[in-house]
């Protein structure tokens, strides 16, 4: 596992308490998994993702990601409509690993774009890893 200090946090995007992550995309929100996510999970082999089309609160569980250590909830880090989902991991499910913010996972409409604003920037998202 990589130290806190190897971790890539890019400072475009934001971060939940639960590892994912959010980037504007337009007027859309892209969400992924952080790579302190990927990198605790180990391997990831299986990915479950909603459908286009279904509408989540921030915080419900939209879906998860199994490794060959655990299964994990995923969680929405902004309320909105699922506009589109990365079906390139359905059949490569380690590029999550690979590349953990060019693998997007969902495409949200967000229904109140001012929650994005509440997650954490990398620093504050650091300092939630470092404890």
Same mark, same amino acid.
């Given at each position: ?5 190897? *971790? ?10 639960? =590892? ?11 969400? &992924? ?8 999970? &180990?391997?990831?082999? !299986? ?8 509408? !989540?609160?921030? &915080?419900?569980? !939209? ?25 390139? +991991?359905?059949?490569?499910? %380690? *590029? ?20 994005? %604003?509440? +997650? =954490?920037?990398?620093? &504050?998202? +650091? ?5």
């Amino acid at each position: 596992m990589k130290e806190i200090d190897e *971790l890539n946090l890019p400072d475009d995007i934001r971060y939940t308490d639960d =590892h994912e992550w959010a980037k504007p995309a337009g007027d859309t929100v892209l969400v &992924g998994v952080s790579d302190y996510a990927q990198d605790q999970m &180990g391997d990831i082999v !299986f990915v479950e993702l909603p459908a286009v089309g279904d509408t !989540f609160a921030k &915080g419900d569980e !939209f879906g998860t990601l199994e490794s060959v250590k655990a299964v994990s909830e995923l969680y929405m880090p902004i309320s909105g409509q699922v506009v589109a989902v990365n079906i390139a +991991l359905a059949d490569a499910p %380690e *590029l999550i690993n690979q590349q953990p913010y060019a693998s997007w996972l969902v495409e949200i409409k967000p229904s109140d774009p001012g929650e994005y %604003e509440q +997650l =954490h920037d990398a620093a &504050g998202y +650091l300092q939630l890893l470092r404890g």
